[in-house]
């Protein structure tokens, strides 16, 4: 239990084509809005969580170049990078290190630039996620390889072929509030259903859009003070878990056992259960991973996470909320960024910021976001902390 | 030569300049847009244009340059001897090295007292021989200019491009105002380094950034270049009778069109590109061309062109009493689009000479 990590400030950028708008200026814009959000805590390191960078814009060593860029002169600053899991994980290394008493204050920030390169060089680029020997190579892309999995989840569970249209469905309906979202027009089952195949049988809507984004976090311990005058965040539980990269070497394809295994130790480590979970901010690149992150969080039983795609559970005003600014689906995808922005995001609802987007009386919210078909999962759990020094 | 006081940035010669004579050429097939879908994507997806019009086996720049060409002269009824340059603005020019337009020259009997030079930029090649010739005939230099814009423009197989890189474009004969059809109230070029479509040397067929090519590159530079030179002008969109756009698509010149404040019914005239697709170089000058068939003295027209790369150039022009009289002188564009003879997948792959083992 990270009793002592709260949450100082956050910051992000709309996930979008920004095409004027370079990595470092998207990372700075995030970083700068955390810290006065923050009312003006300089952070003592820096975790920058991305997967793209090296392979999309020639740039690695991001630490030193964001440090440099948004001055934080001599200051610890690395890279984390777990493809798509990258940002949770970037939030559990900063956690660890502030709770080791290495640092009093840090940030991650997660960021993101994709639009600079188009067509096959960027799926080509996004292969870098799976197994490039056994997967890549073979030409398997992250959109097929969802295909494979949802064709095999509607088959052996019997699912129509609309199951997960409602994971869409309300990822939409959510985005329309958020002023940082990509997508911010609802969508109808008759939408869904007309959407054009990408890779039977994902179709348009079952794909989340990459695109360019960042999302800033700083984090810091008790001893630090924190803006007055809203509910303090407290970081309660972090965890992240791998499973085989490659899905042919999984034993059961249907299942997410890294997500399962971080859920249950984040849960254990914060000392809660599922059901204290107000809200859940999974990482829907796909909507069949929405399902899946559903059932091995425990929230659904096998086979039957897409059940609650349908039966209003998972809306704003549900039992359990997903995608509550729009998830990857509507707000947008960015990659290496994407846990950032739930942590991010998360903190506004348990602070009562979230606008169009709130979840009524929320005080306890998990984010989990995955690496490729969720070799890596990493999960952050959050709760307002009335009271706490 | 700008009065005091006038907008710098605004291109104004020393003397009035306007068009003496037009002419388009449409090659007369057409590819619809459902017979590469039918190719490409089972049937599948939304359609850019209708159809469009595409070279025959014996025709390319040189060709059609020649004959819109033609048509100008006709209408211009100007001794080809009196002109003393024959720009071509294309990005299918047949040859890498040797002008296309000392042939158009030749076939038009403009040599050898006469400039030739080819021109390039992307799908604006055409208008900024347009705006040299301005310069050309306004500075007094020479009485009559002849500037064309023509393409049989390349889309890679399977390419979202394909459904649309058409064949056709327009000559026009610039000429003394005293002489003219319309005359130019005034223009303005605009141009940024943003690379959103290229084609590289030694390359058949041109890449593009996808989505770029819109808003930062399209948008971004019409709507820039036609407010610049309404606002330089002093003019607002409900004083041009008539708008026509570069027009890549059917949509994006309707979607510039509606931003830039002008309704549908002022853009309606030169909007071509559903029926013969983007003539690149040719696109806007074509419509234009369409335009003067049916203006009236008086009318004011707007054209703004853009090329990828990326530029727009933007004219505004008014119809004189000349008009009229003289535009039947030549076919109509309309009448080359109604010449139409449909084909198939397979013939616009011979046509277009696609069937190579590469």
């Not at chain 1, 987007?357 to 902390?385: D, F, N, Y």
């Amino acid at each position: 239990m990270h009793q002592s990590v709260f949450v100082l400030g956050v910051g992000m950028t709309p996930v979008a084509e920004h095409w004027g708008t370079s990595l470092r200026e998207l990372a700075l814009e995030a970083m700068r809005a955390a810290i006065a959000d923050a009312g003006g805590v300089q952070p003592q390191a820096l975790y920058v969580a991305n997967a793209l960078a090296p392979i999309l814009s020639g740039q690695s060593h991001l630490g030193a170049l964001l440090a440099d860029f948004a001055g934080l002169d001599g200051i610890e600053a690395s890279t984390v990078e777990a493809a798509g899991a990258s940002g949770g994980l970037a939030v559990r290394q900063a956690c660890l290190a502030l709770e080791a008493g290495a640092f009093e204050t840090a940030m991650v920030v997660g960021v993101e630039k994709v639009t600079d390169r188009v067509g096959s060089g960027l799926d080509a680029a996004l292969s870098v996620w799976s197994d490039a020997d056994y997967e890549a190579v073979h030409g398997l892309t992250a959109t097929s390889q969802a295909a494979l999995v949802m064709r095999r989840y509607l088959h052996e569970h019997g699912a129509p072929s609309d199951a997960l249209a409602g994971f869409s469905l309300t990822a939409h309906r959510n985005a329309v509030g958020n002023a940082n979202a990509m997508f911010r027009r609802a969508i109808t089952l008759e939408d869904y259903a007309r959407a054009g195949m990408v890779s039977d049988p994902v179709n348009l809507y079952d794909a989340a859009p990459l695109a360019d984004g960042a999302a800033a976090v700083l984090l810091g311990r008790s001893t630090v003070s924190r803006v007055p005058d809203r509910a303090s965040v407290r970081v309660l539980g972090t965890a992240s878990a791998t499973a085989r990269l490659a899905i042919h070497d999984q034993p059961d394809p249907l299942s997410l056992p890294a997500a399962a295994i971080s859920a249950e130790r984040a849960l254990q480590s914060a000392g809660i259960t599922r059901d204290d979970i107000d809200l859940f901010e999974l990482h829907d690149s796909y909507s069949i991973y929405a399902a899946l992150a559903l059932e091995a969080a425990g929230f659904a039983a096998r086979g039957q996470g897409w059940q609650m795609a349908r039966n209003g559970t998972i809306a704003l005003e549900g039992k359990l909320p997903l995608t509550t600014f729009g998830g990857s689906k509507a707000r947008g995808e960015a990659g290496g960024a994407t846990g950032a922005y739930q942590v991010v995001e998360v903190t506004l609802q348990i602070q009562d910021r979230a606008g169009a987007s709130q979840v009524r009386g929320a005080r306890i919210g998990m984010a989990q976001c995955l690496g490729g078909a969720g070799a890596t999962a990493a999960t952050t759990i959050l709760t307002q902390a009335q009271g706490v020094p | 030569m700008n009065a005091p006081g006038v907008d710098r940035r605004l291109l104004k010669p020393a003397r009035d300049v306007g068009i003496t004579g037009y002419g388009a050429y449409i090659p007369r097939f057409r590819l619809p847009a459902k017979e590469v879908a039918r190719v490409w994507k089972g049937g599948q997806g939304g359609l850019p244009v209708k159809e469009k019009a595409v070279s025959g086996i014996d025709e390319d720049v040189i060709t059609m340059s020649i004959e819109a060409a033609r048509n100008a002269l006709a209408r211009g009824q100007v001794d080809p001897s009196m002109i003393r340059a024959v720009w071509v603005g294309s990005e299918s020019h047949p040859y890498s090295v040797k002008p296309t337009s000392t042939v158009v020259a030749e076939a038009i009997g403009a040599t050898p007292h006469t400039q030739a030079a080819d021109w390039q930029f992307a799908c604006k090649a055409g208008t900024e021989a347009v705006q040299a010739a301005i310069g050309f005939v306004g500075s007094g230099m020479a009485d009559y200019a002849l500037s064309i814009g023509m393409d049989t423009a390349q889309g890679r197989p399977g390419d979202a491009l394909e459904y649309t890189t058409g064949a056709g474009g327009a000559a026009i004969l610039l000429g003394p105002a005293d002489d003219s059809l319309a005359i130019f109230e005034g223009s303005y070029s605009y141009a940024t380094d943003t690379p959103d479509f290229w084609r590289r040397a030694d390359e058949k067929y041109p890449e593009h950034g996808e989505r770029f090519t819109g808003e930062p590159a399209y948008f971004k530079h019409i709507q820039e270049a036609g407010s610049a030179l309404m606002q330089t002008l002093g003019r607002r969109p409900e004083d041009f009778r008539y708008a026509v756009f570069h027009q890549p698509n059917t949509k994006f010149p309707q979607r510039a069109a509606k931003s830039l404040g002008f309704k549908p019914e002022q853009i309606e005239t030169g909007l071509l590109a559903p029926v013969i697709g983007n003539t690149y170089a040719g696109s806007a000058l074509v419509g234009l061309t369409a335009i003067l068939d049916e203006a009236a003295p008086g009318d004011r027209i707007l054209l703004v062109s853009y090329g990828s790369g990326a530029g727009s150039d933007a004219f505004s022009l008014v119809a004189t009493e000349r008009l009229p009289q003289r535009r039947g002188l030549a076919p109509s564009t309309r009448e080359y689009i109604a010449r139409r003879t449909e084909i198939d997948y397979a013939t616009y792959a011979r046509y277009r000479g696609k069937l190579t083992l590469s």
